[in-house]
């Protein structure tokens, strides 16, 4: 088993372009999320989904958009990219949609946007 | 709000000397505490979770400890392969819902 696999790993965008974040797992689990990570604020919940089909928004959702396409993936687009948006971004996975149960974490992409 | 606060920031041991890093909580009836080792460069990895004060989990080196207010990460005789971020998280609000609030995390040094 991979885990939760993310790519790219690296990238640099420019104001204004768009790109999309993807992600995938292989543990057959339900509820996917999408996290960014930033010195001194520790990882915050951008969006996050129960199961195939469904998506809600997490504590900073603005400038993203997702997509459940099955329930192995799990896609994070940024229309219009700002500085602000410069960060790491994971992505997690959890067996089940209820309260229980370990989040297993991607390796990560490490995105710059200038 | 949920709110966690992890200290202190930073910690360096020197190798086979215990000490214990801290997570204080702030959440309206706790439902789940996790905590989380992340190496450099890496996503970050389970370690423990407890539900109830009083409740200690131990894996190698490692064990948590649950208060009504706090959680404590104890590290006993650490090696230098335990250097890593250390994670607390607290499950948040009322909803069926698994969703975690982090707290910064405590960067642990330890020299050979």
């Known amino acids: 088993n991979a885990g939760v696999t993310q790519t790219p790993k690296f990238q640099v965008l420019k104001t204004g372009q768009s790109m999309t974040l993807q992600c995938a797992q292989d543990?057959?689990?339900?509820?996917m999320y999408w996290y960014r990570q930033d010195p001194g604020m520790g990882l915050r919940l951008i969006y996050y989904s129960a199961s195939e089909g469904t998506t809600d928004k997490g504590e900073v959702p603005n400038g993203y958009n997702v997509s459940r396409l099955n329930k192995r993936e799990f896609s994070l687009r940024l229309e219009s990219a700002a500085p602000s948006q410069t960060s790491v971004y994971f992505c997690?996975?959890?067996?089940?949609?209820?309260?229980?149960?370990?989040?297993?974490f991607g390796p990560g992409t490490r995105l710059t946007v200038l | 709000e949920d709110q966690v606060t992890q200290s202190p920031e930073a910690l360096r041991l020197q190798e086979g000397e215990s000490s214990s890093l801290n997570c204080s909580y702030t959440?309206?009836?706790?439902?789940?505490l996790f905590w989380y080792r992340q190496d450099p460069g890496k996503g970050p990895e389970f370690l423990f979770t407890l539900y109830s004060a009083g409740e200690e989990k131990e894996k190698e080196r490692l064990k948590a400890t649950l208060t009504k207010k706090e959680s404590f990460l104890h590290i006993t005789a650490p090696k230098p392969e335990d250097s890593a971020t250390y994670l607390c998280?607290?499950?948040?609000?009322?909803?069926?819902?698994?969703?975690?609030?982090f707290g910064t995390g405590t960067r642990l040094l330890v020299s050979p």
């Open positions: 997690a996975s959890k067996p089940g949609q209820g309260e229980g149960g370990e989040q297993f």
């Open positions: 543990m057959n689990h339900n509820s």
């Open positions: 959440v309206s009836g706790l439902r789940g």
């Open positions: 998280a607290v499950r948040e609000g009322n909803t069926g819902f698994q969703k975690l609030v």
